[in-house]
């Protein structure tokens, strides 16, 4: 556990939309990380609440679990709206998780909804030209 990482919403607006609050692991290398309990969406344009991974794609925010504004512990909904009036907000997942369960978005909902794994079936039986020259019977 890298108790050094923490970044502010200030740093995250720069470069992420998406602010991500982790209590658990953080990757030493990522500038500032996604975290989700198993893998973000890339695109993801909200906030994910995870305790457990980090996801060294995204450049977004690792929120430290040391410090906590227990006015703000639902604040992580997503950047836009916590930067407008808190931009150095410091949120606890845990906290997050015991207070606000409707602040947490779980990953397999944001998977889900940026999902584009479409089934179409109507290129599943493709009509082939089947052989109808009847059959010859020899009497």
């Not at 940026?114 to 599943?124: G, K, L, R």
Request: charged share 30%; no cysteine.
């Amino acid at each position: 556990m890298d108790d050094e990482v923490l970044v502010t919403l200030e740093d995250v607006v720069e470069s992420d939309v998406g602010a991500v609050v982790s209590v658990e692991d953080v990757v030493e290398s990522d500038v500032g990380a996604v975290v989700s309990v198993e893998e973000v969406v890339e695109s993801d344009v909200g906030a994910v609440v995870s305790v457990e991974e980090v996801v060294e794609s995204d450049v977004g925010a690792v929120v430290s679990v040391e410090e906590v504004v227990e006015s703000d512990v639902g604040a992580v909904v997503s950047v836009e709206d916590v930067v407008e009036s808190d931009v150095a907000v410091v949120v606890s997942v845990e906290d997050v998780v015991e207070s606000d369960v409707a602040a947490v978005v779980s990953v397999e909902d944001v998977v889900e909804s940026e999902a584009e794994t479409v089934h179409d079936p109507s290129n599943e039986h493709e009509k082939k030209p089947s052989d109808r020259g009847g059959m010859k019977i020899r009497s």
